[in-house]
């Protein structure tokens, strides 16, 4: 199969066929007219607008093509000839998220002309084997996890602001947002594009599947051609994210080249910085000289297609590799983050920037109003920007493409989902006071004997998981032994990934409501809670430790998580708080 270019060239992964489209060689240099605010500039006559359109008209495929009887091209990172790369659409996310914080204020008119612009994603193509739900801690909290993907999708006036042909659509740029359940810590993970990855199987337009790929062929911005469609595949893509960290998304959110170029404008620019000059051919390496002066070395403000210019920028800096363009995409985040947040609620900013920000959002069904779209962005409200890191995971070259490091890696998954901030600090939330000395271990428990009488109704023979939720030794399998006496089925019994809860849940998928009720007769207290997952699941909660003479709490229970250990250097040297300065950390490698 043709893989996906570092550089545009994306080839499908599912069964209708790879694609990949022409050089993308846009306009470069100022934001052109001032027009009214959120508007989107015009391309510049000459530079890369024209050198695309040369190429077109020659008829000539993706650079770099395998020259197959299909067109497809493969491309590798970090090779020459190849056009920059558009990854600019994960700031769009956060500052979507900023412009609804700031129509708190400002009444239910505007709702409707904003609801209008939302865009949804439909759901029915997500895999029916994901990872479990993350739980509530002893308050309730729970993490939020969120997918923001770039796409420079072709149509409209995306094309003349990023270049390349008029159909498709590629993710340029991932990044996995997860929201501590204290809502005070954040960390965004950036996945770079050409990384090797296992491709779930994807939904199709015709309601088909595709089988699941991997290899050396296989790298993560296929997912998001699946099916060849102009909107692109973000189904796939948060499958593929779900597969490769083992971390549940919540909701996803897909962004465009005209709604970031608009949104720059709403906000009145962003400060950015550079370590030297950017000429015209720096973008498009193809021109035969140099050209004018696009951007400045040094700080700077920019807005609309500067913004694009800076963000895409790769070559000209450093080594010209991916990771040089995301570490400046990083500062760029956090630089628009803090506009936005010193803006406030000024009206002449407000409704420009909350249109452009809906306008540029396709959502999925959980976030698909403007009133969810609110209560999810007032949530984030009092994340600090120290508070706000960013990373990309350790990764090695393989041959052009890259690697994500073992065991690294898999150490900064886990601290995800075990809701560990970078410097090792349980941000779940408020958790439960400590013992004041601690308890001794704890000697193996026979299992109890009950002398509560079964239910005198007949026990389904539905398999029911039980999950330790607490950190006492053998809670879990003296509740299976209490289920198994009821005439219950225990399907397993497991540690929870989360050792703070109160209160025992008994979770249920759909049709098994009066399953579930009965299970929770064993469980005095315990609350019934619906979910995605099939089946019937208990998670036990302190309420049944003592219950049940746990008051040695704190002891390990055998497979219970205890802290992830201290993140390897490979991550926490290279993140980036949203504070930092603008002109730090904004390039790797030298050269250029």
């Known amino acids: 199969m043709a893989r996906p270019g570092p550089e545009g060239s994306t080839g499908s992964a599912g069964s209708t066929g790879a694609r990949t489209g022409s050089p993308r060689t846009g306009s470069a240099g100022s934001a052109g007219s001032a027009g009214s605010s959120g508007s989107v500039p015009p391309p510049r006559p000459g ?15 993706a650079a770099g093509g395998d020259g197959g009887s299909n067109g497809q091209g493969h491309r590798r990172a970090g090779g020459r000839g190849k056009k920059p790369q558009r990854n600019v659409k994960k700031i ?34 997500l895999s029916k084997d994901r990872p479990p739900e993350a739980q509530a801690d002893a308050n309730g909290n729970k993490p939020v996890n969120i997918l923001l993907i770039g796409s420079d999708s072709r149509g409209g006036d995306n094309s003349d602001l990023g270049g390349g042909d008029s159909e498709g659509a590629r993710s340029d740029t991932t990044i996995l ?8 810590n954040a960390i965004g993970v950036s996945i770079p594009r050409n990384t090797l990855v296992t491709i779930p199987p994807c939904k199709l337009p015709n309601g088909k599947w595709t089988k699941e790929q991997k290899g050396k062929d296989v790298l993560f911005n296929a997912a998001f051609t699946v099916g060849g469609t102009p909107e692109g595949n973000p189904a796939c893509t948060q499958n593929t994210v779900e597969k490769l960290t083992g971390i549940r998304v919540d909701h996803t959110m897909v962004v465009d080249f005209q709604g970031f170029a608009a949104m720059t404008k709403a906000v009145g620019g962003v400060e950015v910085c550079l370590p030297k000059d950017i000429y015209e051919r720096d973008l498009n390496e193809k021109l035969p000289t140099k050209g004018s002066l696009v951007l400045k070395k040094g700080p700077q403000k920019v807005e609309g297609q500067p913004a694009l210019d800076y963000v895409r920028l790769r070559h000209g800096i450093g080594d010209g590799s991916d990771i040089g363009r995301m570490k400046r995409q990083q500062a760029f985040m956090s630089s628009m983050i803090s506009t936005v947040k010193k803006k406030g609620l000024e009206p002449t900013t407000l409704l420009p920037l909350a249109d452009a920000a809906t306008k540029s959002l396709r959502v999925d069904e959980g976030l698909d109003t403007v009133d969810k779209l609110m209560s999810f962005a007032l949530s984030l409200k009092n ?8 990373v990309t995971p350790p990764w090695r070259y393989n041959e052009a493409n890259l690697d994500l490091v073992k065991p690294d890696v898999d150490r900064l998954w886990e601290a995800i989902r075990a809701d560990r901030t970078l410097d ?8 439960p006071d400590a013992p004041a000395t601690p308890a001794p271990p704890a000697t193996p428990e026979a299992p109890p004997t009950t002398t509560t009488a079964p239910p005198a109704h007949t026990a389904p023979a539905v398999p029911v998981k039980v999950f330790n939720g607490t950190t006492v030794n053998g809670l879990g399998a003296k509740a299976g032994e209490a289920l198994k006496a009821a005439q219950f089925t225990v399907g397993s019994v497991n540690q929870a990934k989360n050792t703070n809860k109160l209160t025992t849940t008994v979770e249920y998928g759909a049709g098994q409501k009066a399953n579930a009720e009965k299970v929770a007769e064993l469980f005095p207290g315990a609350t019934l809670t619906p979910t995605s997952a099939a089946g019937i699941s208990v998670v036990l909660g302190k309420d049944y430790a003592d219950a049940n003479g746990g008051a040695a709490a704190g002891t390990t229970a055998p497979g219970a998580p205890a802290a992830p250990a201290p993140l390897p250097t490979s991550v926490t040297d ?12 904004t390039t790797y490698g030298s050269g250029g």
Do not use: M, P
């Open 177 to 184: 947002l997860h929201v501590y359940a204290d809502h005070k």
């Open 383 to 390: 994340i600090d920007l120290h508070d706000l890191k960013f």
């Open 424 to 431: 090792g600090k349980d941000a779940t939330g408020q958790q």
């Open 92 to 125: 769009v996310g956060w500052t979507a998220v900023g412009a609804l914080v700031l129509i708190a204020g400002t009444g239910g008119a505007i709702y409707f002309k904003l609801n209008g612009n939302i865009k949804t994603i439909d759901a029915d193509a």
């Open 574 to 585: 290279d993140a980036r708080s949203a504070d930092d300065d603008i002109c730090a950390n």
């Open 47 to 61: 530079g890369r607008a024209e050198a695309r359109r040369a190429a077109q008209s020659k008829g000539r495929g």
